[in-house]
């Protein structure tokens, strides 16, 4: 049976925050009467007041279209630095004045359900603009949290069945305050102060999380409250040999659900085993499957029905949301921890006032544009039917090989008009070099054909690898 200890650590944590008066409260500043009216009006009626569509619109090409500049193109081309400079060179605006641009198809960006070109996300972030311009700008403790804010965070919290949510500025700020804010236990619950290392939090990382988990995970580290133990990507008989091993209470477990560079998912049935043997904390950053997995969006736990078994999930809004941001969904207790703890929510800007209102409305509309989740996966069993090659999600790793390989197979896409890019160190390992496609419920079934044209003709499917073995990328 899961040993719930977590619940008694974090519970304690809180209590020793409040005892030295060092326990933070976030403080909801309403825009006006009547915006509180409107907001309390919004949760009565679930968004049925936003605009929402049966299918592909004109707009939605606009999220995988894109157009540069021909000097840009040209070095680009060549692989030339570039700080962006180019764009107002004399050769660029001439170019520009004659409306010559190259235009190019996206497969490299991470909005996968074209949400980022919608009109009802878009008029929702220009109204709250227009209303309330970009808000009171201050850090969430301070000034910067208002009631648009809450909202987004009870939806949040609905679409994850979790009891509350902490939205942060990005994705990887909440990693970060996440790791922290766990580590923090080991120090407000220590008898001296400073953990022992029987009294420190042992955090068993995949090999191929995120930088963001990573540099979280470095800080704790480097305050002295956690150890560290980086597993054998998605092998749970050697994170099952590490559990058993630990001598130390605190355990917890963080990994990728759905891995940015592989395209793999994390095996959750396994880790719900192995959190009910262990009973260690659950951690999940579902950045790339919030909104694509799961029937309702809830991402990949729910889409494994696991979703009582995880105790923090991670998420990003600047992805399948269309908007920007970051979010922790969790307890009450975890959140008031986070919020007191988590240094990279402290100390930032809370996000603008016309973002939290897009974001809502991204929920809103992805929870009710379903045929959006279920083009992109159609789009998936497309690529893998004409490609030959075995994928499982939007996400899809080719590896080629050495960085001379990866670039000249880009630079044929970009020619060809597609907008791929070549993944190189430190990214990647050397000689895994890859190409990353990612698909979007915008792209069409011709868009993907025309793609896997371009594709044939640059490498080779049959001797093109989709994952290399963990070992080969650096530990933490």
């Known amino acids: 049976m899961a040993d719930h200890s977590w619940d008694k650590c974090v519970e304690e944590a809180v209590n020793v925050l409040e005892s030295r008066q060092i326990l933070r409260s976030l403080r909801p500043i309403c825009m006006s009467r009547q915006n509180e009216e409107e907001i309390v009006k919004i949760i009565g009626n679930g968004g049925d007041e936003y605009e929402v569509f049966d299918g592909l619109c004109q707009w939605d090409r606009t999220s995988v279209e894109v157009s540069v500049s021909i000097p840009t193109f040209q070095k680009w081309l060549h692989d030339g630095p570039s700080n962006g400079e180019e764009i107002f060179s004399g050769d660029a605006l001439a170019e520009s004045r004659k409306g010559r641009f190259k235009k190019l198809l996206l497969f490299s960006g991470n909005d996968y359900l074209g949400l980022s070109s919608h009109p009802t996300i878009s ?3 220009a109204n709250a603009a227009k209303e309330y ?8 403790l301070i000034c910067g949290y208002t009631t648009y804010h809450r909202l987004l965070e009870t939806s949040l919290a609905e679409l994850k069945k979790k009891e509350d949510c902490l939205v942060c500025p990005t994705g990887f700020a909440a990693n970060m305050a996440a790791m922290v804010a766990i580590g923090s236990v080991a120090s407000l619950l220590a008898a001296s102060g400073k953990p022992l290392k029987n009294e420190k939090v042992a955090i068993f990382s995949d090999a191929l999380n995120h930088a963001s988990i990573i540099d979280g995970v470095r800080l704790a580290e480097r305050q002295g409250n956690v150890e560290v133990f980086v597993y054998r990507h998605c092998d749970m008989y050697h994170l099952n040999s590490l559990l058993s091993s630990c001598k130390m209470k605190r355990k917890v477990v963080v990994t990728d659900s759905l891995f940015s560079m592989d395209g793999d998912f994390a095996p959750m049935e396994e880790l719900s085993q192995l959190r009910k043997k262990y009973g260690f904390l659950l951690v999940i950053d579902d950045a790339h499957g919030t909104f694509v997995c799961g ?4 991402g990949v736990a729910e889409e494994f029905n696991c979703e009582a078994d995880v105790d923090l999930c991670v998420g990003t809004l ?3 949301a269309g908007c920007h941001g970051g979010f922790i969904a969790c307890s009450k207790k975890w959140k008031q921890l986070i919020q007191s703890r988590g240094r990279s929510f402290i100390f930032s800007t809370a996000i603008p006032v ?3 209102a897009a974001a809502y409305a991204a929920v809103v509309v992805a929870r009710k544009e379903r045929w959006r989740r279920k083009a992109i996966w159609e789009r998936v069993k497309e690529f893998k039917a004409l490609s030959g090659v075995d994928i499982s999600s939007p996400i899809i790793s080719l590896v080629v090989g050495n960085q001379e390989k990866a670039l000249k197979a880009s630079r044929y896409l970009l020619k060809s008009g597609f907008h791929v890019m070549a993944i190189r160190p430190p990214t990647v390992p050397p000689n895994s070099c890859r190409l990353r496609v990612t698909l979007s419920a915008a792209h069409t079934t011709e868009d993907v054909k025309k793609l896997i044209t371009a594709l044939s003709s ?4 049959d001797n093109t690898a989709t994952d290399i073995p963990s070992f080969l990328f650096p530990k933490l």
């Not at 311009?133 to 969430?140: F, L, R, V």
């Not at 029937?295 to 809830?298: A, K, R, S, V």
């Not at 640059?458 to 499917?461: E, I, R």
């Open 123 to 125: 008029n929702a972030a």
């Open 133 to 140: 311009g970009m808000g009171p700008k201050g850090s969430a």
């Open 295 to 298: 029937e309702t969006g809830g």
């Open 318 to 320: 600047s992805k399948a």
């Open 354 to 356: 016309p973002m939290a």
């Open 458 to 461: 640059c490498l080779d499917f």
